[in-house]
């Protein structure tokens, strides 16, 4: 990055409905950072941009299609970041994430769609290493919590300890609502017939990192009375994605790592404790399972399309605010030491928290790129784990969330 570029973050997809929150952030956290907004429509994007007031009047604006590689070309160009909310990303995401690599310009967004994000790493990580470019995908709520919780805990496990973490089990509580952005999303990846992909549980691992022997590291579906947590637990809808981003977390760690070779990870839906609790876990792991099978058949794909919200909609602002996210952590070491972690906060998983993770993440590499895990240079298609480890942990504690245990050695 040898030239000054216009911009220091630009926020791709800003007209949706994710993307909007994007702004307002950045309108009110952005301070003396060079921002704008990008995406196909100028009326639409300065729509957005005086809906969000005076913190955002001086923000500017690049305009490009998602297929359009040129005028990709050209935005990657003017910016340091790039922040994406532009999905579905299968349909929206390849060609700009393409134009930030051969631009060097780093690039984090909001994807759960794990197919996509392995098809990045076979196209890109090789090049964006050696261009020393951070390709983040999956800082939303997936998978921020995961991946920054499970290191967090290996972390002070080893720190207090001097042991390798072999195991952390993450228990999800959450309140909030579904965006039609997501659930296109979920559509896209069902349409394109790539659920064997979506069932690796080593889909995103660097070549020749996934253990010989697979089966302990499936995904759950059964509920179980876990004594950890005191609670009943179901499978997390989450957890096959989360999973993922969290295993390639622990392949890239550079040595000595916190992680045992035979590390373990793995997500669960928190239910209570009582009976009730128990009925309410079985029949949601049994739910999960038949709707999953369900939407197998286009009828029940169209029926869902029918009553799920459109691109573009949302939750209401009185579900955004009275939304909430726990997830707590528990690891284990190889002599047996124990380490509970938890990341939580206000607000609706989906919308509030994955604003403030994403904001913050490109927020991160803004402003303090030599503090990242492997320094300035370090890039390839990475996690925020990987990419963005104590740095992103302690600019969400200063933004608000609970985020511990934050390593020791500095002031939190
Ligand atoms: N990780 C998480 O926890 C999390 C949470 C929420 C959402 N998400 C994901 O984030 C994505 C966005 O969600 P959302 O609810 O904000 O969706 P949305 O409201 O439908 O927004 C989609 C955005 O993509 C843009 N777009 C579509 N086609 C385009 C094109 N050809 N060129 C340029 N831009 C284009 C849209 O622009 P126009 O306005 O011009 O149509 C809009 O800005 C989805 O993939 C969703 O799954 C993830």
């Known amino acids: 990055m ?35 907004l990008g995406g196909r429509d100028a009326a639409r994007l300065e729509a957005v941009r005086a809906q969000a007031g005076p913190g955002a009047a001086q923000a500017g604006i690049v305009v490009a299609d998602a297929q359009d590689a040129r005028a990709l070309r050209t935005l990657a160009r003017k910016t ?44 890109h990580h090789t090049e964006a290493a050696a261009g020393g470019t951070r390709i983040i995908p999956g800082c939303g709520f997936d998978s921020v919590p995961s991946d920054l919780g499970a290191w967090l805990v290996a972390q002070a496990l080893w720190q207090a300890h001097g042991e390798p973490c072999t195991s952390v089990k993450a228990v999800f509580s959450l309140r909030g609502g579904l965006n ?5 999303s979920m559509m896209q990846v069902l349409d394109s017939g790539q659920q064997d992909l979506v069932a690796d549980p080593f889909l995103l691992n660097p070549p020749g990192t996934a253990p010989d022997d697979v089966q302990p590291h499936a995904d759950p579906h059964a509920p179980h009375r876990d004594a950890d947590f005191d609670a009943w637990l179901g499978p997390f809808f989450m957890g096959p994605i989360n999973t993922r981003v969290v295993r390639r977390s622990v392949a ?51 029926l869902a399309q029918a009553v ?32 509970r972690g938890c990341i939580a906060g206000q607000g609706d998983p989906g919308n509030r928290a994955t604003t403030r993770f994403v ?16 320094g ?32 020791a050695g500095r002031n939190n």
């Open 2 to 36: 040898t030239r000054p570029r216009p911009y220091d973050v630009l926020l791709y997809g800003a007209t949706g409905f994710v993307g909007a929150q994007t702004v307002a952030y950045f309108a009110e956290h952005a301070g003396g950072l060079r921002w704008a």
């Open 80 to 123: 340091r970041v790039v922040l994406s909310t532009a999905g579905p990303f299968a349909l929206h995401g390849s060609t700009l994430v393409a134009a930030c690599v051969e631009q060097r310009t780093h690039y984090v967004d909001i994807t759960g769609e794990t197919p996509w994000v392995r098809g990045l790493i076979d196209r």
């Open 180 to 184: 039609g952005g997501t659930f296109a």
């Open 252 to 302: 890239l760690m550079a040595a000595p790592s916190p992680f045992a070779a035979d590390f373990h990870y793995q997500e669960y839906l928190r239910f209570g404790r009582g009976p009730v609790a128990a009925l309410a876990a079985a029949g949601f792991s049994i739910g999960a399972v038949a709707g999953q099978q369900a939407m197998g058949f286009g009828v029940v794909r169209r």
């Open 308 to 339: 799920a919200p459109a691109p573009g909609q949302g939750p209401s602002q009185a579900t955004m605010d009275g939304g909430s996210f726990r997830c707590e952590l528990l690891g284990r070491s190889a002599g047996g030491h124990e380490q």
């Open 359 to 374: 904001c913050e993440a490109a927020l991160a590499l803004a402003l303090q790129a030599d503090a990242l895990p492997g």
């Open 376 to 407: 300035s240079g370090r890039g390839g298609v990475l996690t925020p784990a990987s990419g963005l480890g104590e740095v992103l942990a302690r600019r969400l504690q200063a933004a608000g969330m609970t985020v511990a245990p934050l390593p």
